[in-house]
């Protein structure tokens, strides 16, 4: 269930980065995508492992779907933080005291000269 919950999610997510194209929509696509890919794995492993895949699948072909998958996750994986990387800056630039860019610190220095 929890596969088809994850592709029931990529018409929205691709529709996100459609229409806003942002870091955090490509973020939250590339993390459904990783849930999927986990999910799909779990879900093979599960069928293997009950019996369910039929005989005429080999050892070769199962091996290559999991390679395929792994691959699909790992680089939708590390595809997330470089998304993030922009929100990050932005978050130091209100978060950090020293920063140059700190709103904080010139409203302070702001009205430590008004008094």
């Known amino acids: 269930m929890l596969f088809l919950l994850t592709i029931g999610l990529v018409p929205f997510t691709t529709n996100l980065i459609a229409?806003?194209?942002g870091t955090l929509s490509t973020a939250v696509y590339a993390a459904s995508m990783v849930v999927s890919?986990?999910?799909l794995i779990w879900l093979w492993d599960h069928?293997?492992?009950a019996g369910l895949v039929d005989k005429s699948v080999s050892g070769?072909?199962?091996?290559r779907h999991y390679m395929v998958v792994i691959v699909m996750v790992v680089v939708f994986a590390v595809s997330?933080?470089?998304a993030l990387d922009p929100l990050r800056r932005f978050g130091e630039i209100f978060?950090?005291?020293d920063h140059p860019r700190q709103c904080r610190g010139a409203l302070d220095r702001g009205a430590a000269l008004v008094a």
């Open 80 to 82: 997330i933080d470089p």
């Open 95 to 97: 978060l950090d005291p």
């Open 37 to 39: 890919g986990l999910s």
């Open 60 to 63: 070769e072909e199962s091996r």
């Open 47 to 49: 069928a293997l492992r």
């Open 19 to 21: 229409e806003s194209g």
